[in-house]
């Protein structure tokens, strides 16, 4: 069911259609309903304002049994459903400002809006702020797009470490070989109100037309009760439970810490990371995790990197064919150091075919590995102590534009 918000705003969208299909006489110019919609970006006569509808949609089947099946008792599941339905506007507004609002249309969605911010460009390239609801910045994989991500999950690892999207101010900055990120946010798993402060720093030793080498790290600290890590195993859940879990932290503060590397070699692209954190309170626990991958394009593609943010960008197919890549990661994620928690090994495998640059077919491959936790350790009710072990398939098709 889409939320009260959108029962209302989506039944007005065809009058905000003959609203920009009409002469807008204080920018001089007729708006291009069509482009628009073809997701291409429409601007002003005097090139000051632009606004662009983008959108994605990321369609999964999922076949899986074991432990990524706990709920299930160990049994064969699957499923087919809409992993991801976006709908943004993006834009800038004189040479200063950009803006980004995305809007999430998924059944069930935590939230209804995913991004909603606006940069301030007039410092210069070596001083933006954003401010609004973003990612915190924080991690490789994590600040990596979904539609360019090179798996359909993102590690265990990222998932236990790095954030949701939450309300705040970051600066993002470049200065030549270095990319840099440093932000204020609102805590997101705890009611107490005391800000929250996430940073990144990576450094390019080579960035030329075939070859790219970064190394970086990051950190994030915040108050309050972090109640516990709960990760489903790089396969999204079917039955909603089956998870990698620490058991209950109780912490008063954390500091999360990250160190990674990647690197784009003709047609190979490495890339690793590792997560270490502590959380203090009644206990301390020390989790830890991070993850390896390589990836391969047998049709002599390369991977595209953002060096302004030091990040995978996307893949365009050098053939009318598309682009097909191999790839494998292995993840590692240590939940148990407080004595109640899990320890899991996770390996994904797989095929990317890319039909165009905005198009791409994808299929996983996912073995993972779990410690038995302590007898009592539930999730939603439902005990944690079956297979210790699991097999699944996962599919995507995957468009955006």
Wanted: charged letters at 25%; a negative charge; glycine letters at 12%.
């Amino acid at each position: 069911m889409l939320s009260t918000m959108w029962r209302v705003v989506l039944p007005l969208f065809p009058y905000l259609l003959l609203l920009l299909a009409s002469p807008v006489s204080a920018a001089g110019f007729e708006f291009p309903v069509r482009s628009f919609l073809q997701g291409k970006p429409v601007t002003s006569d005097d090139l000051e304002y632009s606004i662009r509808l983008g959108g994605r949609l990321h369609v999964d089947s999922n076949n899986h049994e074991g432990v990524f099946n706990n709920a299930g008792g160990g049994g064969h599941d699957s499923d087919i459903f809409i992993r991801r339905g976006r709908l943004s506007i993006s834009g800038y507004a004189t040479s200063d400002w950009q803006y980004r609002f995305q809007a999430v249309l998924e059944k069930d969605a935590d939230n209804d809006v995913s991004d909603a911010y606006v940069i301030y460009k007039g410092f210069g390239p070596k001083f933006w702020l954003r401010i609004g609801k973003q990612k915190e910045d924080l991690g490789l994989e994590w600040l990596t797009s979904s539609n360019t991500i090179t798996t359909i999950e993102r590690s265990a690892a990222t998932r236990a470490f790095s954030h949701i999207r939450s309300e705040g101010v970051t600066v993002v900055g470049r200065h030549r070989d270095l990319s840099y990120n440093i932000g204020v946010h609102k805590n997101d798993y705890t009611e107490n109100t005391k800000a929250v402060l996430t940073g990144r720093m990576v450094k390019r030793m080579i960035n030329e037309e075939r070859d790219v080498f970064q190394f970086g790290g990051g950190f994030s600290y915040r108050e309050g009760n972090r109640g516990n890590i709960n990760i489903r195993p790089e396969q999204r859940e079917i039955a909603a439970i089956d998870r990698i879990d620490s058991g209950d932290i109780s912490s008063d503060e954390g500091w999360v810490f990250n160190i990674e590397s990647m690197t784009i070699q003709d047609n190979w692209h490495l890339s690793g990371e590792l997560y270490y954190a502590e959380y203090r309170g009644k206990e301390t626990a020390a989790p830890w995790g991070g993850y390896v991958m390589a990836g391969y394009f047998l049709t002599g593609e390369k991977r595209l990197y953002d060096d302004l943010h030091g990040r995978f960008a996307g893949v365009t197919p050098s053939g009318d064919k598309g682009a097909v890549e191999l790839y494998s990661r292995l993840t590692w994620l240590d939940l148990a150091d407080n004595g109640q928690g899990n320890k899991a090994s996770i390996l994904t495998t797989g095929v990317n075919w890319y039909l165009g640059p905005r198009l791409r077919l994808m299929l996983n491959y996912v073995h993972a590995e779990y410690d038995k936790p302590p007898a009592g350790l539930t999730d939603d009710g439902v005990g944690l102590t079956g297979d210790t072990s699991g097999d699944a398939i996962a599919a995507r098709l995957q468009f955006w534009y």
